[in-house]
């Protein structure tokens, strides 16, 4: 788990100016919420973990971030999160891959990433497993579920329907190199849910209790971003990912 509330006082107490005094500011105004969001749902701060997503931003910032506590940060683009986590090796941090992911890239992700939180369909899972095995690493999964599809069907970005979620955690959990931790979801943009982040991550939470009476140790719930985290966080979302928030509006959508 990141060191959340050693971020937020540093963030609070080093400030000091430039890149590094902003993303304090923003870092210790997102610790505020989840705290705030962990009080409103009688939670222990300490049961959520950031996950700072730095896609866009330079491995510089990565440095900054992990200055002021953070642990735990990701990336959805293999391409720039290859370049950036060898650029950080020395430092102290916890990977995420968080992105929709293309089996031909498993092989690079896996030696970096000690997460996946995009996995949704059986080829990926082999791939990952096989990945894995060669670099000889464990790298824990989650399954992403999709609240816009029905059936068989992938979400609009990336996922599988509810009904699709226990055959897939089961491969998962069967798949040498891999480790079941637990389930993934976007708040959806279409379907019953479309607007409603709220009601969306109580339905993941269902599936996630359902999950873990197969899976006890799948116990991980990634959900929420800078838009709706607090919404993920009183839903009773284990780790919210968080990019804008935290670094800023990313340069493509100023």
């Not at 610790?31 to 939670?43: F, H, K, L, M, T």
């Not at 970096?112 to 949704?120: G, T």
């Not at 599809?149 to 509810?162: I, K, L, N, S, T």
């Amino acid at each position: 788990m990141s060191d959340a509330k050693g971020a937020g006082g540093v963030a609070g107490g080093e400030a000091g100016g430039g890149r590094g005094g902003e993303l304090a500011a923003n870092l210790a105004r997102v610790e505020q919420r989840i705290a705030d969001a962990c009080s409103v749902a009688g939670r222990d701060r300490k049961e959520v973990t950031l996950i700072v997503v730095t896609k866009t931003y330079p491995a510089s910032d990565v440095r900054l971030l992990a200055g002021l506590g953070v642990r735990e940060v990701a990336e959805n683009r293999d391409q720039d999160a290859a370049d950036k986590a060898t650029e950080t090796a020395d430092l102290p941090l916890s990977w995420h891959f968080v992105g929709q992911l293309q089996t031909n890239k498993a092989r690079s992700v896996v030696r970096y990433a000690d997460h996946v939180h995009s996995v949704d369909r059986l080829r990926l899972v082999t791939a990952l497993s096989s990945a894995a095995i060669a670099a000889g690493r464990q790298v824990g999964c989650l399954v992403q579920v999709a609240l816009d599809a029905e059936a068989e069907d992938r979400g609009e970005r990336g996922g599988v329907a509810p009904g699709a979620v226990p055959a897939l955690a089961d491969a998962l959990a069967s798949a040498p190199g891999l480790r079941l931790d637990g389930l993934m979801t976007v708040a959806p943009l279409a379907g019953a849910y479309a607007g409603q982040p709220r009601a969306a991550f109580d339905r993941l939470m269902e599936i996630s209790s359902r999950l873990r009476e197969t899976h006890p140790a799948a116990t991980m719930v990634s959900a929420g971003m800078s838009q709706d985290l607090d919404e993920a966080v009183t839903a009773g979302a284990t780790h919210v990912r968080v990019g804008t928030a935290v670094l800023g509006v990313r340069p493509g959508l100023r």
